[in-house]
């Protein structure tokens, strides 16, 4: 059956055709980039060893049971079994930075057996089998067994994630390791934690998706109401074959239904149109030409690194200005990642470090104490203890070796050139503070420490015993023997941790300095000493050895100990150290909360340290009220109290003066002190929460409670995440009733997961390591960019993409509307109103260019003014410019035009001439000027709403309109010798040779635009939305200018060292 | 990392890659607003009355002729079978009909606009084509061949319902019946006539058309259409041509001839008059109606009031608004201006 088109397949097809390729070429070059980044990965070298010999080899090739040789500032390309190391005691160290976040040196050990064989040929000659568990995504667990045969004889050795190096990690500080590879590919613990990558659709696609179905259902409309209406219109068989237009005789015999159902299809072909399917080769074309933008903006590029921001997918540009929940990462994205020392409290006399600020004087100096200042000769003493106690207290390493690292740590003293390592880069920073006091602490001897003191002799501390460190009571000593024979006991540890063990000391002094420096967001630690006679040391000493040779509970016992022997302190001071943001992080942070985004910190880091960085980072201010649900509280109290209490303690002050219930807007609580609430919870209880419980209900309970606290908290740490489950988070909130669009910043490997779970990813390009930039959306150089590119990139591209999603079905309406009216004139018979060509070329190109420019060029405010107003960007907060009444606006108001139009042209028509020598025009007189009308029309709807007019602008519109009558000229001026019909010969210019036609085409436009432009002043006048009003023109060059500088300034954390180091 | 490898990276810092270009920022205030809608609401009502003014001098005469009512005189000719019926429908002008003037048939509910009406024609041939002469385009079905197999030159449904009653005026003087010069010179596009539309160059025309049929409802053949003017025959007749250039709307007239010769150029003088009707296109099968028109233009065409009315209301409606808008800011203290 061949089914009779109203138009040619060519007319409906080359639109079709258009949009394919452009799709095609498009994803055909992002998928090349892919393939390209894929390869770099791929073919990275790395070093095999075979028969005893180093090759080279690409990384893809590795396989199970390799062994590998790897070299400093190497990264591991699998999951290895550390064999042996360069290190004579077979350990290695290894920065995990990129995995979890932590930038620490951990140290890693051979298996015993193996760590002798320190060369090629004698690492071939090992023979063993490795017995290992399936892979599992657990970073800090693993367990397997390796059979070593050595004469024959297998010696079994256990191994532990002690032995386990994983992928994505990097050597440091150890010239080279060999290993063997056991986890390789996708079977990396690294690779397991990867989220799927999923296509990721932002929220105007989704309501351009609605829309469209919309429109099917419309299309589908018209046409089965035409169908109906020429089937009841024929039923007359006078109007249903007339004399003059006999039917053939096949078409007669043709059964009724069929013919219905093809007269249904051959509407559908003629409505078609309707369907902007160059819509989304335009959406395509912008996302991707607009990603440009984003990666020449020079203000996101970044000197230090040499890097600018990177677009991955171009598919989320406008969902950047949609975000309602930041979480970011902590560690490399609020922070520099970089610890330093700035200030020390003896006895409540602060010092400073000399030359802290390569010169410059610091904010708040005159205020402190320099060191010169004579305390008097008791003081004097106390000093000097509270120097060697920070010397002595840590477990720093040194490692004494010039590399390029070591400039950096170097440069301060004139001595040789040596560096700290530490699993805590507070120690490091801690004891490199004390250097440049003038104490240094030179190594470790014989279980002898030495330190160099201010007269440039050399201090030996015997070293008799290490309290560690542990989370819970926060706190570590060290029990050392003076060369004097004095013994000492030295404890460093958090305030609250410290203040009840202390005995003397000029408490009040010291807790004054350690709570102003905790709210200016430093970290704070305590440190206090012990004389202990012979006799105490002694009972110490058994007490311990007791503790540690326990078969049973030896935590708790180590731990009991510790807590016996840790008292009666007496206090010497306190320091502060401060893990430095990232230059402009509070602005940055303070600037989201302005826009109405809720800001969360997810971090592997421990509690205090985190907690701290928020406070500098403004996320906590003075005001907060800091609500913890920690595994700390929920010892104490089930997990179920803890939650209610929150819950009640969050809603009080929102229900009780509104008496509204829940407050509409959280976020504007900013300004009043006490509804501003913060929350910390940590990991373990996190996953509590989260976890489904013995009754499905409760379960469901406390994750609706606990969202119920976030939402109203405006900043929440979570503290001790595990890389998925920051995924979990990102992807609770995702789930919540709101369906709030989230956005994910973070620079590890640890951070893969939220990114990309999250509806925006964004990665850092951080020093180490690049998973997370690779797998990102965007990527950029550094948090503060996060501002420009949300506020004014996001804000931006979410504005151009609305007006071009609801422009484009509004001017398809306005193009086929008359067309479905016309069928009421012609007895149905699917007559299309315009020509084959304007048809075919109306939305490829006589509408198409003066959009895509728009919707790459408009700026409705200028970039500054978005800058410098965060809250702007709650103007066009939940999806706002593409809600149902706006399209439905459009959607009439298209309706309106194509009436106004066709009816416009239908009167002039109406048996009457419209030139002077009395001839008459025909229908494609009447197509043409209605057509006419329509580019016209839409073409200036678009100029009303272009606020700014770039030379690029005026020439693609007045261009495309010159182009549209020029075309017009040429396809109606010319017999085209390969058309089997001319009906557009001569057309357009009899119709412009008619003066009634061309009053008419002014008439209908100004007709067609009069209610959207009265719509626009009134509304503008009447109901001013925030946006318009920074829209007016001021008189005076901004006036808001002055005010918003003095809050930025305010912003700035006060002693933010801007970085010494480039 | 050196210093060039930094800079290599970095974006270009012009105007444009920085979204910087400058640019116009225009603001629809009302102070662009209000005086711009009195502007152009005062112009769009001078245009309005000046429309509205010329398309009122314009004289329109219409007749119907269809012969419904049993009394009108070409009631007869609506039986089928009468053939070559002619009918005379009287009147008197009481005033002069200021020339030229123009005369139109006007058909009723007929829908030249149908689809597949308006594709059964062959274009290749009506440019003179003689291979589509023995062969004509498929579109032109059921009008491609006749019962005898034989192809039908002009092929097709358009040419095949051609308009073919034919109208005489006679002014009726004391002396008799004085007949009205028509003049049917270019009533059809110059470009169709001239360009479009095509004869073969066979000569005699006649010779063209061997081995072919007329279309069934033509009295005669193309070549003959004519009679009169030689040059008027086969496919650029201007009847044919006036016929084949479809209308847009089911109500339509068609320029039939113009009066511009002798004594009748300056227009018809008062007085009474006689159309004679040829009458043989049938109508009545569909319910359409036909007439015959007789106007006058001006410089903007034939009588329209819609163009002046829709001026001035739209004219009057950007007044009104303008001064809605101008209490709306009045009342609300211009925030614009704030």
Excluded at chain 1, 261 to 276: G, K, Q, R
Aim: overall charge negative.
């Amino acid at each position: 059956m061949i089914i009779d088109t109203p138009t040619s397949p060519i007319t409906s097809g080359l639109p079709l055709f258009f949009v394919i390729t452009v799709t095609a070429i498009k994803q055909g070059y992002e998928d090349w980039l892919r393939h390209k980044a894929d390869n770099s990965v791929n073919q990275c070298p790395v070093h095999e060893v075979q028969h005893g010999k180093v090759v080279r080899k690409q990384s893809r090739k590795i396989r199970v049971g390799d062994v590998m040789l790897i070299k400093e500032n190497e990264t591991f390309p699998c999951d290895l079994i550390l064999l042996s190391s360069s290190r004579d005691d077979g350990t290695c160290f290894v920065t995990t930075a990129s995995l979890d976040g932590e930038s620490s040196h951990k140290t890693y050990y051979a298996v015993q057996d193996t760590k002798a064989y320190t060369t090629e040929e004698e690492v071939d000659s090992i023979k063993a089998v490795i017995e290992c568990e399936q892979p599992q995504p657990d970073l800090y667990k693993f367990v397997g067994r390796v059979n070593i045969y050595m004469d024959n004889e297998p010696v079994a050795r256990p191994l532990g994630s002690e032995n386990l190096l994983l992928r994505g990690a990097t050597l440091k500080n150890t010239a080279y390791i060999y290993a063997v590879a056991i986890y390789t590919g996708m079977e990396t613990k690294m690779a397991l934690n990867y989220q799927t990558k999923t296509q990721k659709r932002s929220a105007v696609e989704k309501s351009m998706n609605a829309y469209l179905v919309v429109y099917l259902c419309i299309l589908i409309g018209k046409a089965f109401i035409n169908t109906v209406l020429k089937y009841v219109w024929q039923a007359d068989p006078n109007q249903d074959e007339p004399w003059y237009n006999n039917r053939t005789d096949a078409e007669k015999e043709r059964h009724i239904v069929i013919r219905a159902f093809t007269d249904f299809l051959a509407y559908m072909v003629l409505f078609n149109y309707i369907i902007p399917v160059s819509m989304y080769v335009t959406v395509e074309m912008q996302k991707f030409l607009g990603s440009y933008f984003i990666m020449w903006d020079d203000d996101m590029y970044d000197k230090e690194l040499g890097e600018s921001a990177v677009v991955n997918t171009s598919d989320l540009n406008e969902e950047l200005g949609q975000v309602e929940y930041v979480f970011t990462d902590k560690t490399g994205t609020l922070t520099e990642n970089n610890m330093e020392f700035i200030e020390c409290c003896v006895d409540g006399h602060v010092y400073v470090p000399q030359a802290i600020c390569n010169g410059q004087v610091m904010p708040g100096s005159d205020t402190m104490d320099m060191i010169d200042s004579s305390p008097g000769p008791r003081a004097r003493v106390t000093e000097e203890l509270f120097f060697r106690a920070l010397c002595l207290c840590h477990t720093v390493q040194v490692k004494e070796e010039e590399t390029v690292d070591g400039i950096k740590h170097g440069l301060h003293s004139g001595r040789p050139s040596s560096f700290y390592i530490s699993s805590s880069p507070d120690e490091v920073a801690l004891v490199e503070g004390m250097k440049r006091l003038g104490y240094t602490y030179l190594r470790l001897k014989d279980s002898h420490m030495e330190i160099l003191n201010r007269e440039d002799q050399v201090e030996r501390f015997e070293l008799l015993e290490v309290l560690t460190f542990d989370s819970v009571r926060r706190r570590m000593s060290v029990i050392v023997r003076a060369s004097t024979g004095e013994v000492y006991l030295f404890c460093k540890g958090a305030d609250s941790s410290i203040f009840p063990r202390v005995v003397s000391g000029k408490v009040e002094e010291v807790k004054d300095r350690v709570e102003h420096n905790a709210v200016e967001g430093l970290r704070t630690l305590c440190v206090a000493y012990r004389a202990l006679t012979p006799e105490q040391y002694e009972e110490t000493y058994k007490l311990l050895n007791e503790a540690r040779l326990a078969l049973h509970d030896r935590d708790r016992r180590l731990a009991e100990a510790y807590d016996q022997i840790e008292t009666q302190l007496v206090l010497l001071g306190a320091t502060a150290v401060e893990d430095r943001l990232q230059e402009e992080a509070a602005d940055t942070v303070e600037s989201l909360h302005q826009a109405g985004m809720k800001v969360w910190v997810l971090t592997g880091d421990k509690m205090e340290t985190a907690a701290a960085t928020c406070y500098a980072s403004k996320l906590f201010r003075r005001g907060t009220r800091v609500l913890e649900l920690t595994t700390k509280r929920t010892e104490e109290q089930s997990l179920h109290d803890a939650l209610f209490d929150l819950s009640r303690t969050v809603l009080r002050p929102h229900r009780d003066p509104s008496g509204l219930g829940l407050d509409p807007d959280p976020v504007s609580g900013l300004s009043g002190e006490c509804s501003d609430f913060g929350l910390i919870i940590d990991g373990a209880t996190l996953s509590a929460v989260l976890q489904p419980g013995q009754e499905a209900s409760s379960a469901g309970d406390y994750k609706e409670i606990f969202l119920e606290i976030c939402r109203n908290c405006s900043a929440v740490l979570c503290c001790r995440m595990a890389p998925l489950q920051k995924a979990q988070i990102v992807k609770l909130i995702k789930a919540s009733k709101e369906h709030p669009i989230t956005l994910a910043i973070g620079d590890g490997a640890n951070d893969v997961s939220m990114i990309l779970e999250a509806h925006v990813g964004i990665g850092i390009m951080g020093k180490e390591g690049r998973q997370a930039a690779r797998n990102s959306d965007y990527a950029i150089p550094k948090f503060k960019h996060l501002k420009k590119m949300l506020l004014v990139h996001g804000h931006y591209y979410y504005i151009r993409i609305s007006e071009l999603v609801q422009y484009f079905f509004y001017k398809n309406v306005c193009f086929i509307f008359p067309q479905f009216l016309y069928q009421f004139f012609c007895g149905f018979s699917q007559q299309p109103l315009y020509d084959t060509a304007y048809l075919t070329l109306y939305n490829i190109s006589f509408t198409s260019l003066p959009i895509l420019l728009y919707s790459l060029m408009e700026q409705h405010i200028n970039i500054d003014i978005l800058r410098k107003d965060p809250t702007l960007y709650r103007d066009i907060s939940k999806n706002c410019l593409l809600r149902w009444p706006i399209f439905i606006y459009w959607t009439l108001l298209g309706v309106y035009d194509a009436m106004v139009m066709f009816f416009g042209a239908y009167f002039l028509f109406d048996n009457t001439t419209f030139t002077s020598n009395g001839q008459m025009f025909g229908n494609w007189t009447f197509g043409t000027l209605v057509f006419t009308v329509l580019v016209f029309t839409v073409t200036f709807k678009l100029v009303l709403d272009t606020h700014y007019w770039t030379w690029i602008n005026h020439f693609v519109i007045w261009g495309s309109l010159i182009f549209f009558v020029v075309f017009s000229l040429l396809w109606g001026g010319i017999i085209w010798p390969f058309l089997n019909y001319q009906r557009m010969y001569y057309v357009f210019m009899q119709m412009l040779s008619s003066g009634p036609a061309w009053l008419s085409i002014i008439l209908l436009i100004t007709a067609g635009l009069l209610p959207d432009v009265l719509k626009k002043v009134i509304c503008r006048a009447l109901w001013p939305t925030t946006t318009e009003r920074i829209q007016v023109p001021r008189p005076q060059p901004g006036p808001a200018t002055p005010a918003f500088i003095q809050r930025h300034h305010q912003g700035c954390v006060p002693n933010l060292v801007v970085s010494l180091y480039v | 990392m050196s210093k060039e490898e930094n800079t290599a990276n970095r974006p270009d810092n012009t105007a444009f890659t920085q979204q910087r270009l400058p640019a116009w920022q225009p603001m629809l205030s009302a102070g662009i607003v209000i005086p711009g809608f009195v502007i152009i609401g005062v112009a769009f009502i001078g245009i309005g009355v000046a429309l509205f003014v010329t398309s009122q001098n314009i004289q329109v005469l219409e007749k119907d002729y269809t012969g419904i009512e049993r009394n009108s005189s070409c009631f007869k000719c609506t039986n089928p079978r009468v053939k070559n019926c002619n009918c005379t429908i009287n009147f008197s002008l009481d005033k002069l009909f200021e020339g030229p003037v123009f005369v139109y048939y006007g058909l009723s509910n007929y829908f030249q606009n149908y689809r597949k009406y308006g594709v059964s024609k062959d274009a290749v041939q009506l440019t003179g084509d003689l291979a589509y002469f023995t062969e004509p385009s498929t579109t032109c079905a059921p009008y491609q061949r006749d019962a005898k197999d034989k192809p039908i030159v002009p092929c097709g449904s358009i040419a095949n319902s051609m308009f073919n009653d034919t109208f005489k005026l006679f002014q009726i003087v004391n002396s008799g019946n004085v007949e009205v010069p028509f003049d049917g010179k270019g009533i059809a596009w110059w470009t169709d006539y001239n360009i479009k539309y095509r004869n073969p160059t066979t000569n005699p025309l006649k010779n063209a058309f061997n081995d072919t049929v007329k279309p069934i409802f033509w009295p005669r053949p193309a070549y003959e259409l004519d009679p009169t003017n030689s040059a008027n025959n086969g496919f650029i007749n201007q009847d044919f041509l006036v016929w084949m250039r479809r209308s847009a709307l089911p109500n339509f007239r068609k320029l039939y001839r113009r009066i511009t010769e002798g004594e009748y150029a300056k227009g018809l003088p008062a007085g009474d008059y006689a159309l004679v009707i040829g009458y043989n296109y049938p109508v009545l099968a569909f319910e359409g109606r036909k007439k015959v028109v007789f106007s006058n233009v001006s410089w903007m065409g034939g009588k329209n009031q819609f163009l002046g009315i829709a001026y001035l209301v739209i004219g009057s409606l950007c007044v009104v608004m303008s001064i809605v808008m101008l209490i709306v800011y009045a009342k609300f203290k211009f925030p614009d201006e704030e």
